[in-house]
């Protein structure tokens, strides 16, 4: 199945107003990706009217998110259930730094219904940190039934990388994202000790011409070992 | 100076082992990115950070800093605590934001 796990909506503040819903479910299908996320900064919200634009579209999702910790390290977590989603939602709430959003500078947060009408706006900076550590961050995901990949691991901003000089080996993640296969095996050269885990290459796309081509495959074997079950 | 010369002066707290607070401070590095500071870093320098994850101690210890300096009151986590205690390095925490842990050891002539 050809993927793309790491899209912004427009809730995120840095992505264009045209990445709806709706908008992004319908350019994954004519990309002919099988499988996408949302992953917005630090915020569920858009989740639900993005689950019905896929379900529409006949595309398969799962529920994602960024969090960017404490360390300013970006984590995208993912869930299967909605019901997970809104526990860590409550969680990211309580770890909020209550720093209004200034629309003009960062830009808009927009929250859509299933029919892509801006019902709301997020009040609160979402490219923040949370008050949380990578590690707590990533037991709590596992609490709520998650799974935890290090956003962009060789990027030179917001990197586990980056921001803490290599990949801590307790850190307890699921998989890695890169942006290509020599990033892979550059972050298998700098951490001998990374064995198996499963690799992704998204898009991180803040506009739709951005998301994913057909090029970036996981087998449906590869995806069941990432969530340790049937899915 | 030495560490401990520079807690007597200060009044901040090391809480790391004794033995850590021999070490001569033959400068200064402050820098909240670890991969910056991995390769900016030099021996012997006391390090002012915000940062209080493990791998702290990790760059610290390979680029034989002589202290690190916790800036802010930021709280550091037991097991990082732990890890400094095994390794000899002096854990100094400061109230003080970066910048005025910075003019302190101006004053001392760094």
Redesign the interface.
């Given at each position: 199945m050809f993927y793309d796990f790491h899209i912004h909506s427009c809730l995120s503040p840095c992505s264009n107003n045209d990445m709806t819903p709706n908008n992004i479910a319908q350019m994954a299908k004519i990309k002919g990706l099988d499988y996408i996320a949302i992953c917005d900064h630090n915020s569920l919200r858009q989740q639900p009217a993005f689950k019905i634009a896929c379900n529409q579209v006949g595309i398969k999702m799962m529920y994602g998110v960024e969090i960017q910790t404490s360390?300013e390290v970006h984590v995208c977590a993912y869930f299967l259930e909605m019901n997970d989603c809104n526990l860590f939602q409550e969680w990211i709430d309580k770890k909020t730094n209550p720093i209004k959003n200034n629309e003009s500078f960062f830009g808009e947060q927009n929250l859509c219904n299933e029919f892509d009408e801006v019902i709301g706006k997020e009040e609160y900076l979402l490219i923040n940190s949370l008050n949380a550590?990578?590690n707590e961050t990533i037991d709590v995901v596992h609490c709520f039934h998650g799974k935890v990949v290090l956003a962009h691991v060789l990027d030179r901003v917001n990197s586990v990388?980056?921001?803490?000089?290599?990949i801590?080996q307790?850190c307890k993640f699921d998989g890695l994202e890169v942006k290509n296969l020599n990033q892979m095996i550059t972050v298998k050269q700098k951490h001998p000790w990374i064995q198996e885990t499963t690799w992704f290459i998204n898009s991180d796309a803040h506009q739709l011409i951005d998301i994913s081509e057909p090029e970036n495959a996981m087998s449906s074997k590869e995806f069941e070992l990432f969530w340790g079950k049937t899915v | 100076m030495k560490v401990n010369e520079l807690i007597e002066k200060t009044g901040w707290k090391n809480i790391s082992t004794e033995a850590s607070l021999d070490k001569e401070i033959m400068g200064v590095y402050v820098g909240d990115l670890l991969s910056w500071v991995m390769g900016k870093g030099e021996q012997g320098q006391a390090w002012i950070t915000v940062q209080s994850h493990l791998n702290v101690i990790a760059v610290a210890v390979l680029l034989e800093f002589s202290c690190v300096i916790i800036a802010d009151g930021v709280i550091v986590p037991e097991d990082v605590l732990q890890k400094a205690i095994e390794e000899n390095l002096a854990i100094v925490l400061a109230d003080c934001s970066p910048f005025e842990c910075t003019r302190k050891l101006i004053e001392f002539g760094y």
């Open positions: 360390e550590s990578l990388t980056h921001q803490l000089g290599f801590p307790d | -």
